[in-house]
């Protein structure tokens, strides 16, 4: 990893997340998703399709944004 990254937890599987607009990847069965490249000392929104989350899923917020270190990682919960 060259710049940062960030772990995300949704606790939901299968969960569609974007990285400052642009699809990225979903989280895995447990709910995770490692997002690298991230900008490293800028801000980088983090966003979760709410549409792709299980119906019994309870997510109290869709999108945040995080600024992490170079080579630095950062939780992400939402």
Do not use: C, K, W
Request: glycine share 8%.
């Amino acid at each position: 990893i060259r710049g940062a990254f960030a772990i995300l937890d949704v606790d939901a599987p299968n969960v569609a997340v974007s990285h400052d607009g642009r699809a990225i990847g979903s989280t895995d069965s447990h709910g995770r998703l490692l997002i690298a490249d991230l900008r490293p000392y800028e801000m980088n929104r983090i966003a979760i399709d709410l549409d792709s989350a299980p119906l019994q899923a309870t997510i109290p917020q869709t999108e945040t944004s995080v600024r992490p270190g170079r080579r630095e990682g950062a939780h992400v919960r939402l």
